[in-house]
C-alpha cells in the first residue's frame, strides 16, 4: 500500500485525466478505488510534470552559474554598452586658435553661412562645423563658443576657391609646444581629420597654426576678389571693360545691392581696386573684381548692369549714374544677374604661414582624386548637355521685337547654357 499513500499524498491538488473515465480527484479520494490503468496513468502524468518543473530548474540554475562564472572583463564590457555614451570632455584637452583656407562649389548649398532657422539646403559652414563637431575639434554648433569668423559671406549657389575662416579647436599640444614649428608633425592632422568626412564638393586646402596677433579672418581681409564667369555671344565686351573700368575707385553702392533691413547699414561706399574684362579660355570671359569689401548681391547687381551694356540696352555711363545717389537716389527696377556663374576666386590676408596638404601622401593622394572624379562627372554632364542642346531643334532668330535681358543663366539673348 506505499505506492498508493505516495500516490495520495501527490494527488491532493485536483488535475483531471487526459483519457478515461473523467475523474474529479478531492481531498477524500481513495485511489484504492481506482482501476490499474487509472493509476498508471496518474503515474505518468505526475512524473511528467516533475520533468518540466526540474528542466526549467536546472535552466535558471545554468544561466546564474554561467552568470556568476562569466569574468569580469566581459561583464564590464556588456554592461559598457548599455550605459549611454559619455559626453566628450573638452576642459581636459587644450586649444589653439587657427585659420583654415578651403574650396567648395556652391551650387548644392543654401550659401555658405550657418542659419538659425532650418534651411531647404545645407549651408557650407554648417556641413564643415557638424564635421569638426564629429571629429570633437569644436564642442558644438555654436559658432560664438570658438572665436569663429569667416572672410566673405556668399550667397546661395555661389562658390568659393580661397575661403577662409578663423576659430578654435581642440590640440595635442601645450601652448608653449604650440609656439615652436619643430612641433608641428606631433599636433593633429586637421586637414586631413575634416577632408575625411566632407563631401567631394568641400575641400579644405591648408590650414594655418599661428596666425598673426589679433588675427580676424573678416577684419583681418585686405581685399577680395570675385569672378563671374559668362559667354561673350552678342555681348559687346569692350562696352562692359569700359563700363567695368567706371567701378574702380570709392563710390556708393547702394544702388548696386539688396537692401537687408535687419542690419541699418548707413554706410554704402566701398572701394573697388580694379575692375575688368578678361577672358578665362576659349570658351568663357569673367568680370574680374577686386575691392575691399562688398554689399549683399553688390557684385551680381555690378554684373547685371554690364550685361545691360554689353547687349546695348545701355551705355556704359549707367555705372556712373547709378551711383550719383542725388540722380538716382533710389534703386531702379531691375534683375540680378544668376548666382552660380560668380565665384570668390580669393582672399588677400597679411602674410601667414599656410601649411598645405603633401601632395605625395596617401590621404591627399585620395582626396585629389575625389577632386578629379567629381570634375569629371561635371564636364561629362556638360558635354552630354551639348548633345542634348544640338539635338533639340532650336533657332538662332531673334525674339520679335521682344527684349530678353541676359542675366548669365543661359536663357538671355546668346541662349548658351553656362
Keep these: ?38 493509476l498508471i496513468e496518474r503515474l505518468v502524468e505526475l512524473e511528467s510534470e516533475k520533468t518540466i518543473d526540474g528542466t526549467a530548474d536546472t535552466n535558471t540554475n545554468n544561466k546564474r552559474r554561467k552568470s ?55 549651408t557650407v559652414e554648417e556641413t564643415i562645423l557638424e564635421v569638426m563637431n564629429k571629429c570633437k ?22 562658390s568659393a576657391m580661397n ?15 604650440q609656439r615652436d614649428p619643430a612641433n608641428d608633425h606631433q599636433e593633429l592632422q586637421y586637414v586631413h581629420m575634416i577632408n575625411h568626412l566632407l563631401p567631394d564638393d568641400i575641400r579644405v586646402s591648408a590650414v594655418c597654426l599661428r596666425p598673426p596677433a589679433d588675427f580676424d579672418a573678416r577684419h583681418s581681409c585686405k581685399h577680395r576678389h570675385y569672378r563671374y564667369l559668362f559667354k561673350a555671344e552678342q555681348l559687346d565686351l569692350e562696352k562692359m571693360r569700359e563700363a567695368a573700368k567706371l567701378y574702380e575707385g570709392e563710390h556708393d553702392f547702394r544702388n548696386f545691392c539688396k537692401i537687408d533691413g535687419s542690419k541699418q547699414i548707413t554706410n554704402y561706399r566701398r572701394r573697388i581696386i580694379s575692375g575688368d574684362i578678361i577672358r578665362v579660355n576659349e570658351d568663357f570671359y569673367c568680370f574680374d573684381l577686386v575691392g575691399t569689401a562688398f554689399l549683399w548681391h553688390q557684385v551680381r547687381c555690378m554684373m547685371a548692369c554690364l550685361f545691360l551694356v554689353g547687349q546695348g540696352l545701355e551705355k556704359p555711363s549707367i555705372v556712373t549714374d547709378l551711383m550719383n545717389i542725388d540722380l538716382m537716389p533710389q534703386k531702379p527696377l531691375y534683375d540680378m544677374a544668376s548666382d552660380v556663374p560668380l565665384l570668390l576666386y580669393d582672399c588677400k590676408f597679411p602674410d601667414m604661414e ?9 590621404k591627399a593622394i585620395k582626396y585629389g582624386k575625389a577632386a578629379n572624379a567629381l570634375a569629371l562627372d561635371y564636364q561629362l554632364k556638360a558635354s552630354m548637355s551639348a548633345i542634348y542642346q544640338q539635338t533639340l531643334p532650336s533657332s538662332n532668330v531673334d525674339m520679335q521685337g521682344k527684349i530678353r535681358v541676359n542675366i548669365g543663366d543661359g536663357q538671355g539673348p546668346d541662349c548658351q547654357p553656362l
Design 354 to 362: 599656410w601649411i598645405k596638404c603633401n601632395l605625395h601622401d596617401y
Design 163 to 177: 575661403q577662409v575662416i578663423s576659430l578654435t579647436v581642440r590640440s595635442n599640444l601645450s601652448p608653449e609646444e
Design 68 to 122: 556568476e562564472e562569466e569574468p569580469a572583463s566581459k561583464k564590464k564590457k556588456r554592461n559598457k554598452k548599455k550605459n549611454s555614451v559619455k559626453p566628450f570632455d573638452f576642459s581636459r584637452h587644450h586649444t589653439r586658435f587657427i585659420a583654415l583656407r578651403f574650396a567648395y562649389l556652391g551650387w548644392k548649398y543654401n550659401g555658405l553661412a550657418l542659419q538659425k532657422e532650418p534651411t531647404a539646403l545645407p
Design 137 to 158: 575639434l569644436v564642442p558644438s554648433m555654436e559658432p560664438l563658443d570658438y572665436n569663429f569668423s569667416r572672410c566673405g559671406r556668399t550667397d546661395k549657389g555661389v
Design 1 to 38: 500500500m506505499g505506492i498508493f499513500t505516495n500516490l495520495f499524498k501527490m494527488g491532493r491538488k485536483p488535475n483531471p485525466i487526459s483519457s478515461g473515465p473523467s475523474l474529479k480527484i478531492n481531498d477524500g479520494l481513495q485511489y484504492a478505488k481506482w482501476s490499474k490503468e487509472q
